[in-house]
């Protein structure tokens, strides 16, 4: 019998676990999770490394190691990430085989530190990849100004990226021109185009959460007709631009010299507003060559009462442009909206990289 998390796959959706640590690599869990409910890759950020870690399960001898060895707080750090993420490769090494690189991914962030600073940005991720050494990883690295040139140079040099924290049509489009210009530079080294693989991580709920709460302060009945309506016009007209941005005559040019398409991924899918539906930035955003990567939570609530009904973003493309005009009509400034979520998503990965540090530096001195 077929079951919501199957369909989606079967629609073209790529479902990714937004979540991973050393417990759930060593109990199962994560090989459970790819053949009962469909996951065929994993992400992974600051705050889940920080949540992973700070629960101690699984990192007690692996800190004691670091701590024997004299290693200093960030080593330690880059050990363990490391170290979960490439084991977690190696269960979906099967899965990037059968896929040919498409799916079997795992996701790895530099440190949120460098995300205004594009040398050092450039330098982690080829130190990340080389660390994990594995063909399935996926380096990601944010979309802020900084990074952009980053993305370029990395893909450049033949490495996958997955970027994330973007918020806006026009950052997607550079992202979008970011990667097309570091194949153009992969193609003249001479690196393998059909090695390298990308996915643009744009953020949904965080959106709905920022406007909303702007619409709740109009106050009008045009406005509170426009709630929870947001998140989702600017996915599916993320995934129009794609649409667009791909088919154009430079993008098949590299396609046709054996470039992979830069996949649309719906990051931030767990539901807010407890007012909504759990499972609205899934079923909503179903479309071919997408991935969702959802916290568990969203993902086993797709699996029990998800209701999957094909193609749920091509057709909504008038309706989402209305939804722009009409919020731009209240008085809500989407261009403001997407750099101060932009502006947010680094600070929150700071936080978290700064909190990580702090229960690693205790971790290591209780050790010593």
Known sequence: ??????????????????????????????????DTRNVVGVTTNPSIFQAAISAGVGYEEAIEAQAKAGASTDDTIFELTTTDVRNASDIFRPIFDKTGGVDG????????????????????????????????????????????????????AGISVNVTLIFSLERYSEVIEAYLTGLER??????????????ASFFVSRVDTEVDKRLVAIGTDAANELKSLAGVAN????YE?????????????LVAAGANLQRPLWASTGVKDPALPDTLYVTELVAPGTV?????????????????????????YEAAHKVFADLAAVGVDLDEVTQLLEDEGVDKFIASWHDLQGTVTAALESAR
């Open 235 to 238: 996915a599916r007209l993320a």
């Open 105 to 156: 991914r795992v996701s790895i962030e530099v440190s949120p530190d460098l995300a205004h600073d594009t040398d050092a940005t450039i330098a982690e991720a080829k130190k990340l990849a080389a660390a994990v050494d594995r063909p399935n990883v996926l380096i990601k690295i944010p979309a802020t100004k900084a990074g952009l040139p980053a993305i370029t140079e990395v893909i450049a």
């Open 292 to 316: 969702n990567t959802m916290p568990e939570k969203t993902l086993q609530a797709t699996f029990d009462h998800g209701v999957i009904s094909g193609d749920t973003v091509t057709g909504g």
């Open 1 to 34: 019998m077929s079951t919501p998390t199957q369909d989606l796959s079967d629609a073209g959706v790529s479902i990714w676990l937004d979540d991973l640590s050393r417990q759930r690599i060593t109990t199962g869990n994560l090989q459970e999770l790819i």
């Open 241 to 253: 631009l794609f649409e667009q941005k791909f088919a154009e005559q430079r993008a098949q040019d």
């Open 186 to 199: 992969a193609r003249e080294a001479g690196i393998d185009l059909g090695g390298i693989h990308s996915v």
